[in-house]
């Protein structure tokens, strides 16, 4: 059984193909040119998304069709070229296009993961007994579909993740309505975020400190979710990347896979297409 439903891998596939260079015939690193063909970039696409499913090592998804170090060597050549943004940033506005976003009412949170191998973004985990891990920081629209992603060490601050964050979505979105308003947790209550976002004309929703946050839960549950949804790609609970490249190369794949699926799925409600998918895996 593939890594996920062929609705969401040839569409994905489609636009990341697109975006590839031109490959060689043959491996550019041989001395005469020849006697070595290069893997079709379409099988290590599919050992990737095998990585970025299960969060094995690339030893472990290895074929006799494709190495591990063709894997690493792939990544490190998609993620310097910045793909996974691009394509990321395609889905965005497909669904834009199909659906709508959601732009009125934006919510931004962090998620802590795993990163026993350090690298370049990891740092001291607080809630996992100073072992390395992973900060992700997601600005989502009002559905869930996340925007903008920022990486950074775990000991990082949810706070000053706060700017770079909503600039990444301007950047993936583009055009944002000036009547946005942000939804924030209580690790935002700061008069460092609030004079940002009077900076950015937005208005603001923050959890205040010492008030439980069941009763002022707001609209924030979404980016929540949103990250409960990334966190079931292995890769992102615990990513054994060392460079920093290359684990923002997986964030973004797997919030391309995020927002083709809810793409697909609200999509299916409102319109009938003859290969409209009727698996299971979607629901």
């Given at each position: ?47 990737v998304v095998l ?39 395609l889905a965005l ?63 990082r601050h949810d ?125």
């Amino acid at each position: 059984m593939p890594a996920v439903p062929s609705c969401l891998l040839d569409p994905l596939w489609d636009q990341f193909a697109a975006l590839l260079p031109v490959p060689e015939g043959y491996a550019a690193s041989h001395p005469l040119g020849c006697h070595r063909r290069r893997i079709p970039d379409r099988v290590v696409f599919e050992h990737v998304v095998l990585a970025l499913v299960h969060g094995s090592g690339y030893e472990r998804i290895a074929s006799p069709g494709c190495s591990d170090r063709t894997i690493r060597r792939r990544v490190k050549q998609w993620a310097d070229l910045g793909i996974a943004q691009s394509v990321h940033g395609l889905a965005l506005e497909a669904y834009d296009r199909v659906i709508g976003l959601a732009l009125t009412e934006i919510s931004v949170d962090g998620c802590i993961t795993k990163a026993p191998s350090g690298g370049e973004k990891a740092g001291r985990s607080p809630v996992d007994r100073g072992k390395q891990g992973l900060k992700r920081s997601v600005a989502s629209d009002a559905c869930g579909v996340p925007l903008g992603i920022v990486s950074d060490g775990a000991n990082r601050h949810d706070s000053p993740l706060l700017g770079p964050t909503l600039r990444a979505a301007r950047t993936q979105v583009g055009a944002i309505p000036e009547d946005v308003n942000v939804n924030l947790d209580r690790g935002y209550d700061s008069a460092k975020s609030r004079a940002l976002l009077a900076e950015l004309g937005f208005t603001a929703e923050i959890a205040r400190k010492g008030i439980p946050a069941p009763i002022q839960a707001g609209k924030r549950w979404v980016v929540e979710r949103t990250h409960s949804w990334m966190n079931d790609y292995g890769k992102l609970r615990r990513c054994t990347e060392k460079s920093g490249k290359a684990v923002d190369f997986y964030l973004h794949l797997a919030a391309a896979l995020v927002t083709l699926r809810m793409l697909i799925r609200r999509a299916a409600k409102r319109y009938r297409w003859n290969t409209r998918p009727t698996t299971r895996r979607l629901k």
